[in-house]
């Protein structure tokens, strides 16, 4: 009988081509080695997984989802089979440090009670530059990865961020099944945001840590200002932020949600990328307010305040804008 593992890694799989075997071929390496390995595989049609070699992972299985079912069905397909008390989100264009596992077990025994935590993503390619150091969120809905493109030397120490990026993402497996895994309605992007505030509704927080590093290609899929990406990334942040944000933030920060969807549009006017905006947003707000209906029923039975949830909040936009870490010191006690 297969010891039980503490952790399980979940790789999802969508064409990756060599990058996933040199996802494997990572947690091969690690120094902490009570982990299950999971593939989820989105109907791949390039050689991925033909040429797959698992021989050296202890436990491992592959499921197949026979389309391409986006990254939130494919992980919580994966949830639903994992066995390990966490789940731990390896993008299969990334690349894990040997001791990458160890540390996020240090850092569980660390944390009692924490049941989020963010991995330092630095770039694969662009040596010396960060990918993320813990995403981050405005009050006004708009998340993004904090450090993204800037020097290591700007990687924050230990502390608070608002949410994992699910890149390498890592969730108390309990915690992450009892708000319902990722919203599927996203298919992918802004799904780790999204559950990152569902579990702050319920007094939930998120640690970054540094010392727990990948390295990530960061578009490597599906290209990170492609059409797919951005359509995809402007309808859900339109989701995120009707879904989750009690009445007390949410009308107060309506206003600025418009204006800075507006700026967006008139910045990339007459440019391919301000018709993906206008596409994605226009999708967003054809559902918007019956997604926010759906939420009622979490947001008014949410176990923290709101002006919890504003302080775990960005408000200043000139930090997003600059794609500032967002990292708060741990608090005491």
């Excluded at 990334?233 to 949600?257: A, E």
């Excluded at 993906?276 to 209906?293: C, L, N, P, T």
Aim: hydrophobic letters at 40%; a neutral charge; proline letters at 4%.
């Amino acid at each position: 009988m297969l010891e039980t593992p503490f952790f399980s890694v979940i790789i999802v799989n969508y064409n990756s081509g060599a990058y996933l075997q040199g996802a494997v071929d990572s947690l091969v390496e690690q120094s902490f080695s009570s982990f299950e390995l999971l593939i989820v595989d989105n109907a791949s049609a390039d050689h991925s997984m033909t040429t797959l070699d698992l021989s050296n992972v202890d436990q491992a299985q592959v499921i197949m989802m026979g389309e391409n079912a986006g990254f939130a069905r494919a992980n919580n397909a994966a949830a639903a089979r994992a066995r390990g008390e966490w789940l731990v989100l390896l993008n299969a264009d990334a690349v894990a440090s040997p001791n990458w596992l160890e540390e996020l077990k240090a850092a569980i025994s660390r944390h009692p009670g924490v049941k989020m935590f963010a991995s330092a993503q630095l770039r694969m390619e662009e040596v010396g530059l960060i990918d993320g150091a813990g995403d981050a969120c405005t009050a006004y809905g708009y998340p993004w990865r904090g450090g993204y493109m800037q020097s290591v030397e700007n990687i924050p120490e230990e502390g608070e961020c608002f949410s994992p990026c699910g890149a390498s993402a890592v969730y108390e497996k309990a915690a992450y099944l009892r708000v319902g895994g990722f919203d599927e309605r996203f298919f992918c992007y802004v799904e780790d945001t999204d559950i990152a505030y569902r579990l702050r509704l319920y007094g939930e927080t998120c640690v970054f840590l540094p010392s727990a590093v990948i390295t990530h290609k960061g578009g490597g899929l599906s290209g990170e200002e492609s059409e797919f990406s951005v359509v995809h990334g402007s309808r859900n942040r339109v989701w995120c932020y009707f879904g989750n944000t009690p009445s007390l933030l949410f009308w107060p920060t309506l206003p600025m949600h418009i204006l800075l969807t507006l700026y967006l549009l008139i910045f990339h006017f007459g440019r391919p990328y301000g018709g993906y905006v206008w596409k994605g947003a226009s999708e967003g707000w054809g559902r918007a307010w019956a997604i926010r209906r759906e939420g009622k029923a979490r947001r008014v039975n949410r176990s923290v305040s709101s002006l919890t949830l504003a302080g775990a909040l960005t408000w200043n936009i000139f930090k997003m804008s600059a794609r500032r870490p967002d990292v708060r010191p741990l608090k005491k006690g």
